[in-house]
């Protein structure tokens, strides 16, 4: 599985941007897809997953509100549609997909590529 990520750019505090992660096929019925992400001198973090057959989301508490996960079917892309952005959101956001995803945050078994998420104060 190949993941391409896009989307990522510089935005002032309360803006939004869309994440993109395409897929190399299409995903299996158990698959989850999600977001982590990386700020400078912080590990890694989950941000939120989709389970591809059914839609079901789950968030991490603090980006739950803001940001939105969604699938296209006809496209073999996730979303992720980030709202009212926060300096703290800053990081580089990596797209990973589970193949056998069963709920909660997600165990990887691949990972794109980051992509640069910069919001200014």
């Known amino acids: 599985v190949q993941l391409q990520a896009s989307g990522g750019g510089l935005v002032q505090a309360g803006g939004s941007l869309r994440l993109s992660c395409a897929t190399s096929g299409r995903p299996g019925s158990t698959y989850g897809m999600g977001w982590f992400r990386q700020a400078p001198g912080k590990e890694r973090e989950f941000v939120a997953v989709?389970?591809?057959?059914?839609?079901?989301?789950y968030y991490a508490d603090s980006v739950k509100g803001r940001f939105t996960i969604s699938r296209d079917f006809t496209k073999n892309t996730v979303y992720l549609q980030m709202n009212s952005l926060k300096p703290e959101d800053t990081a580089v956001y990596f797209c990973?997909?589970?193949?056998?995803?069963?709920?909660?945050?997600?165990?990887?078994?691949?990972w794109g590529q980051g992509t640069q998420v910069t919001v200014s104060s």
């Open positions: 989709v389970r591809w057959v059914n839609g079901y989301t």
């Open positions: 990973a997909v589970s193949r056998a995803y069963s709920g909660g945050v997600i165990s990887p078994d691949y």
